[in-house]
């Protein structure tokens, strides 16, 4: 390497190629005395110094020798080594073979250094399937999608999929152990596919209620010693005879895999110990549970265990114990971070970003529900031992706040104040209630919102609206946000007949929090009020879709569909509610009354029938059915609705009279005058009575029709001498004021003749009659129109009448549920109290 140096820069570097070498000529080879001496010796047979001299040409082409072609070849020098020094001048360093050339090309062939000359390379040999042991993973494939397939199945609810697909599984890997039997290779089964198979299997027949079964596929796996870790799997199967409330095999089986985890799997046995202290609850063992809880809670104590052992304390009423649980269960570390973390400071651009991004995470939400959890059992562990732990619940109650307050729940405290106040009001003592609410007052504006709410809404009930909306205004200070301070608010508002502003505040309160039913069931209640039917009719459909089994929001659906004239899909949606309250009996009657309004009386008699099941006092059903039994041609069975009235409202004297016209409609005339005798017993100074009293007299020749024909002339003489009264006492019409205050001044009226016929057959005619000879007839004033046919047999022969005077027995027009028009029990009272006024001696018999 001394004779070998590097060309310096300013050099060329492919210099000397080019200069002539005597070395080469071929003409002097017969003066070369080296080549001589290599033809006549073996000198020119010695393998060439490619080592020592490394020339390009060396190994190229073959080296000649005397035998050799008689091309002229060098001398056995060879060519000078490359960066050799020849002459005082360095040859530049080269490769020995140039990239992607070889001398072995032949004349025509193209430069391919990659080879891409020959084609595609083969294709890749194919597996032969035939094979035992191809067969066997393709199986084993199989088997373990079978699985992936079921447990998927079940994440997605698909319980039956599930069942079968893990039977499948099981089916091929027991072909799979047979065919690796057969072929000589049952050392070789694979015993994770097993377990997993079977495991699998019991899940799922556990899911499906199939417990005998999954009990089985687990005591396969358990009983099979080459399963490591089985012993854990009794647990699941202590699970199943929990589930099968055989409560000494689950406890056995809990205690059995409580028997083989080793203490440094603390976490699972504390877990499992908490189900044998839940089963010892079940069973009614309150000593051996505190025995399970207290050792969870000595071990490794959380919000669960607390409140169980405090429940146990109580069933066994020990003061003392609960005391001191309650302090262990208000002491439970919760393991989660302040909310503090989560507030943006106003600095760092990039610790806000990254607070946003945490604030609602899976992370922060698993905190909140956790931390939520424990303020519910905290909260009801205190309400269930207040009342047991001292002499009062209030003292209960007080020492409960004083132990949060000591706390990390200090923020429980006031909502334990609440409480108190709502427990108060579950024992009606409202004035306890009010003065604990009043001590919020001068508190933070949270919990003096939440306590002024509840203050407006119990004057609200207590009618008192003043104070009520002074507590309204007060909770709305302290939190404008407060949804249920602006319902009461707008409640106040409401009574006062302001429905606009009213629709504001429930507004306002919607706007605040979308999900308050109450609000939209006010506003709808609010539109409904301002004839704005459609927007109410809005707000009842959305909350029919929050609320889908509400009974009172269906009930308002049809009445409003009522209002618009829809009675068809009134009735739908009263078909509906009765889904719901099939019992209830003004929903029934609201459905027959509709279906009468359409005409179909088959359908309205139906309802109205199993109104009056549920519900047999409500006079308008009774009234219904009777007048519905009248029409029909059916008087006996109309007579027990009537008496029902009777004994509902004995004061009124119609229901009497109208079980008397059905015993006359009926034929049985003896039962009908021994009515009307009783009748007048009870009511002496009732016309009507003695009018159908003599009337019967007379026509079943009794002698007491005298008798019954002087005391109705004097019943009408007095009742005319009232009117005369009552005249005299009204100030003179400008039609009569000049006559004297007397009651022939009055004009001349209608009077209703009827000419009665022993047969049943009437007339019925109207005549103006203005010179009526009695001394009352001018004192009468305007007779009865023909709408007294509305109560049926009062002014009737003794059988039934034509079917037009039927018709009129029953009108009951629809109208708004609010303000209902007059039914026909009303209708018919109006008619009697004509019929008691205006009727004269017309009907006396000639």
């Known amino acids: 390497m001394e004779n070998v140096h590097l060309a310096e820069e300013e050099d060329d570097l492919y210099s000397g190629y080019n200069d002539y070498n005597p070395t080469f000529d071929s003409e002097e080879l017969d003066n070369d005395a080296g080549f001589q001496q290599a033809v006549r010796t073996s000198h020119g047979r010695r393998p060439p110094m490619t080592a020592k001299f490394p020339g390009t040409a060396a190994g190229g082409r073959p080296l000649g020798t005397s035998f050799g072609s008689r091309i002229p070849m060098a001398s056995s020098l060879g060519r000078p080594m490359t960066g050799a020094v020849q ?119 556990a899911n499906n209620d199939m417990y005998p079964e999954a009990l089985n596929s687990y005591q396969v796996i358990v009983k099979n010693k080459m399963f490591s870790n089985a012993g854990r799997l009794k647990v699941n199967m202590a699970n199943i005879y929990f589930k099968q409330k055989n409560y000494p095999k689950a406890i056995k089986f809990y205690r059995m895999a409580l028997d083989q985890i080793s203490n440094a799997h603390k976490e699972l046995r504390i877990k499992i110990m908490q189900n044998i202290g839940v089963v010892f609850v079940r069973m009614g063992q309150y000593s051996d549970a505190i025995t399970s809880f207290e050792h969870i809670m000595s071990e490794s104590p959380n919000i669960k265990t607390g409140f169980n052992l405090i429940l146990c304390y109580y069933a066994i009423g020990d003061r003392e114990r609960m005391k001191k649980a309650f302090q262990k269960l208000i002491c439970v570390p919760l393991g989660i971070d302040e909310d503090d973390k989560y507030i943006p400071s106003n600095d760092d651009t990039r610790t806000n970003m990254v607070i946003e991004a945490i604030k609602n995470d899976r992370l922060h ?92 809404f119990l004057y609200f009930l207590e009618k008192d609206y003043d104070q009520a909306d002074r507590y309204a205004d007060l909770a709305m200070t302290a939190d404008r946000y407060n949804p249920a301070a602006l319902i009461n608010k707008g409640n106040t508002v409401f009574v006062r007949q302001d429905y606009e502003k009213a629709a504001e505040f429930y ?24 004839n704005r039917l459609e927007e109410a009719l809005d707000c009842f459909l959305k909350l029919h879709a929050i609320l889908r089994n509400s009974a009172q929001v269906m009930y308002q659906l049809a009445n409003l569909y009522e209002l618009l004239e829809d009675p068809q899909q009134a009735i739908e949606w009263l078909m509906q509610l009765i889904s719901v309250t099939p019992t209830d009996p003004q929903v029934l009657a609201k459905l027959g009354e509709l279906y009468d309004s359409e005409g179909d009386k088959s359908q309205a008699f139906q309802y109205y029938y199993e109104s009056f099941r549920y519900f047999p006092s409500n006079i308008d059903v009774i009234e219904w059915l009777g007048a519905y039994y ?211 001696d017309d009907l006396l018999p000639e």
């Open 87 to 205: 002459d005082g001048a360095a040859r530049p360093m080269t490769a020995v073979r140039a990239a992607g050339y070889t001398s072995s090309l032949t004349r025509g062939s193209t430069f391919d250094p990659l080879g891409q000359s020959k084609g595609p390379a083969p294709p890749l040999e194919t597996k032969n399937e035939d094979t035992v042991e191809e067969k066997i993973k393709i199986l084993e494939k199989k088997v373990n999608d079978l699985i992936e397939e079921s447990c998927l199945a079940h994440s997605l609810g698909a319980l039956q999929l599930a069942l079968e697909k893990a039977k499948e599984a099981g089916r091929k890997e027991r072909a799979l152990v047979r065919q690796r039997e057969q072929s000589g290779n049952a050392d070789h089964i694979n015993l994770d596919l097993t377990y997993s198979v079977l495991f699998n299997l019991a899940n799922q027949y």
């Open 630 to 840: 009248i029409e029909t041609q059916f008087c006996e069975k109309a007579i027990q609705y009537f008496e029902r009235a009777t004994l509902i409202q004995p004061t009124q004297v119609k229901w009497q009279l109208m079980v008397a016209s059905c015993y006359r409609r009926s034929g049985n005339y003896q039962k009908a005058l021994e009515t009307y005798k009783d009748i007048h017993r009870k009511f002496p100074e009732n016309v009507e009575c003695l009018r159908f009293l003599v009337r019967l007299c007379t026509d079943m020749g009794l002698k007491e029709v005298q008798e019954y024909a002087t005391k109705l002339k004097k019943v009408e003489k007095m009742k005319e001498i009232r009117e005369q009264l009552k005249a005299c006492s009204v100030p003179q019409s400008s039609a009569t004021a000049g006559a004297p205050a007397n009651v022939s001044a009055a004009p001349p009226c209608q009077d209703l003749r009827l000419r009665y016929s022993p047969y049943g057959t009437s007339d019925v005619d109207i005549k103006a009659d203005s010179g009526h000879s009695s001394q009352g007839a001018s004192a009468k004033g305007e007779r009865l129109s023909s709408k007294l046919k509305s109560l049926p047999g009062s002014h009737e022969p003794y059988e039934a009448s034509s079917q037009k005077d039927l018709d009129a027995s029953y009108v009951d027009p629809l109208g708004p549920q609010t303000e209902r028009p007059k039914t026909a029990a009303k209708k018919r009272q109006e008619d009697d109290d004509f019929a008691d006024e205006e009727l004269g």
């Open 365 to 456: 939400q698993m905190e909140r529900e956790r931390k939520a959890l424990a303020e519910k059992f905290i909260m009801t562990s205190a309400k269930l031992i207040a009342p047991a732990i001292e002499t009062s619940f209030a003292a209960g109650f007080d020492w409960c706040v004083d132990m949060v307050k000591s706390s990390q729940y200090v923020e429980l405290a006031n909502d334990l104040e609440i409480n108190k106040a709502i427990t108060y009001l579950r024992q009606r003592d409202c004035n306890q209630a009010v003065e604990t609410l009043k001590t919020f007052e001068k508190k933070d504006s949270r919990v003096k919102s939440a306590a002024a709410t509840n203050l407006s």
């Open 507 to 530: 507004k306002e309160a919607l706007r605040n929090d979308s999900s308050c039913t109450e609000a939209l069931y006010n506003l709808g209640l609010t539109y409904k009020k301002l």
